[in-house]
């Protein structure tokens, strides 16, 4: 059974960074064709993509509103996702979501009914 688990959210101001954790257990980086994105919602707004990895190629993808600031990376003998996110702003306060979809190469990865699999969410505050 596939289960990916947040961690690492929490509170900091405007500038900071923070660094977001996705544990997935029931599959393994290095030998299974899944997605792993991580998501955001902030309250009365739509879910949206923030970046995007296919663990088993090492690609990524990251949303145009992040590129530069964010960088995903994994630790294949951890089965660990890596969301390092600098230069925080308030509006990028959200409850961040890691989820998984496969076997599948990530086409068409900003959208969330491609993943199966969702965690429960680390909230992210950002304070100006």
């Known amino acids: 059974q596939v289960k990916v688990v947040e961690s690492g959210g929490g509170s900091v101001q405007a500038g900071g960074s923070l660094r977001l954790s996705c544990a997935a257990s029931g599959f393994t980086f290095s030998t299974y064709s899944y997605c792993l994105g991580w998501f955001r919602q902030a309250p009365g707004k739509e879910r949206e993509g923030v970046a995007v990895i296919y663990p088993l190629g090492g690609s990524t993808f990251d949303a145009d509103s992040v590129k530069g600031r964010f960088t995903l990376s994994q630790d294949n003998a951890k089965n660990t996702l890596f969301l390092q996110m600098n230069s925080l702003k308030p509006e990028e306060t959200a409850m961040y979501y890691c989820?998984?979809?496969?076997?599948?190469?990530?086409?068409?990865?900003?959208?969330?009914?491609?993943?199966?699999?969702w965690g429960q969410g680390t909230q992210v505050t950002v304070s100006s």
């Open positions: 989820a998984a979809g496969g076997p599948w190469y990530c086409v068409n990865r900003w959208i969330t009914s491609k993943y199966s699999y």
